[in-house]
């Protein structure tokens, strides 16, 4: 990876890279880029790393606004042999302070804007390195980059196929996230490399635009930084701006014919799909990682492209484990009568991933049709946890790594998921019920039903104006579960993590005071 972009460029790789704003990194002000120009400014990047005095087998914490160049960053720090922890700058002050401590970083590089916005909350994430360099401007007891820039890159190191390469965090939906530490054997020889065939109709073409707006700190983009450069496509497009005014405008300068996004982000643009002149008339690829698009947003984008065998690649993983099983829907499936049932996940990758459902008190293996616990084997599992080895020995079951999930598999070997465990409660699935929600109430932007102990679900409806219609709404649950009354919320007001994801409990406490649900949580 420290020498990913030469190794693209050399090769003659025609790739132009479009940004819709600025890379974070000093001398940088452009906004297109060839494979060249971003192979300079890594070894740049490496120099003044260098200079900030990183070295082999050290790590370097990065935290800074949302873009691609979190893996840029990560690119030189490998060039150096050092090992990149790409943190989320959404990450409040007291969970980004004990990530730290765990990290021990030779070299924090961040903002001055991020620090000043943690001091002021208590906490200095100067304190936990040893060194703090900042992008933007000058800063208490850190280096601004200038004053490290311009010193000349060392050669390349490699380090073993089996040693730590990049550390990043999982979404810390429920509490302080993890830190994942993969290596070049576990994100690149077995997710990397899986992603750089040209799959008939799924895989990434010669001609093709793809566009990515994503979380940049997550281990995904890293994972996907790998591949695609290696695929080569004519553009890569980098959205950072979600809102859909700002998002309309540079998705119509570079339509995409691939389109990755988080699911919240698929959310936020749906209103495009929408309009006459819309931007996703060409795509015939959208993938959407991290958690479930909800059926509404997936009819909304199927239904926009003109392409004739436009599909929806579906995968769910964990940071700890990459992709075990994808799911395809078409405009065709989801024309079928009934509701659409986005919760099925399909099969576990082929020659690749394993899974089975357990008991989850006596992890004793259940048949199809009984819901238990969701174990996966993998060998893209990452070695462990950095600071939480018990933690991560807990969920170690003789090589099947307990997810966490609850679902059910059917005969044919396919996977519905259920709940989180800590949020499950028995007899029912919140995911589904969430799905059912806003495919009968279209006025819905979100549905989050959370499960406090001993009472019942508790849906809280996201609009656009934090208010609904109790009409509609008691017709739509008229044949379901039993639930409490529901709770109206703008989204501004509904916390979330740096992938969108909603931080469940965190609102769970919101809403009644305590912040713990059904489930055990034994295994988050």
Known sequence: ??????????????????????????????????????????????????????????????????????????????????????????????PLATLLARLRPRLLVTTAALLERHRADGADPVQRAERTVVLDAPAEGATLVDEVRG?????????????????????????????????????????????????????VRREDTVVNASSYAHGRTFCWTASVLCLAPREIAILTRH?????????????????????SVYNRLRPLTGRLDQPFRRVRLYVSTYDAVHPPTLRAFLGASRERGAV?????????????????HTRRSLRGAGEVDARDLGRPVPFRTRLRVVDPDTFAPLPPGRAG????????????YLGEEERWRAKDRDGWWNTGDVGVRDRTGAVRLLDREVDHAPGLSCLQLEDVLEDRL?????????TPPDSDPVPVLVTADGTYDATEFKRAVDDLPPLAEPVARAEASIPRTGTGKVRRHALLEQLTGRPDAAGTGRWT
């Open 1 to 94: 990876m420290g020498t990913l972009f030469d190794e693209c460029a050399s090769r003659g790789g025609a790739t132009v890279v479009h940004l819709d704003r600025p890379f974070d990194l000093p001398g940088a002000g452009g906004i297109a880029y060839d494979l060249a120009q971003l192979a300079t400014l890594v070894e740049e990047t490496a120099g003044w790393l260098a200079a900030a005095g990183v070295r082999a087998r050290d790590r370097v914490a990065i935290v800074k606004d949302n873009h691609w160049d979190y893996d840029l960053l990560a690119c030189a720090a490998v060039r150096l042999g050092a090992v990149p922890a790409q943190l989320s700058a959404h990450l409040a002050a007291e």
């Open 151 to 203: 010193a000349t890159a060392p050669a390349p190191r490699r380090r073993d196929p089996d040693a730590p390469l990049v550390i990043n965090h999982t979404s810390g939906t429920t509490g302080v996230p993890k830190l994942v530490a993969h290596t070049t054997r576990t994100i690149i020889h077995k997710l990397a490399r899986f992603e750089t065939f040209r799959y008939p109709r799924i895989g």
């Open 243 to 263: 809102a859909p005014e700002e998002a309309d405008l540079f998705l119509r300068d570079h339509p995409p014919t691939v389109l990755e996004a988080l699911p």
């Open 312 to 328: 929806w690649m579906q995968g769910w993983g964990q940071t700890e484990t990459g992709p075990l099983t994808f799911r395809f």
């Open 373 to 384: 616990l969701l174990l996966a084997r993998t060998g893209a599992r990452a070695p462990g």
């Open 442 to 450: 279209p006025w819905l932007s979100e549905c989050v039903v959370l």
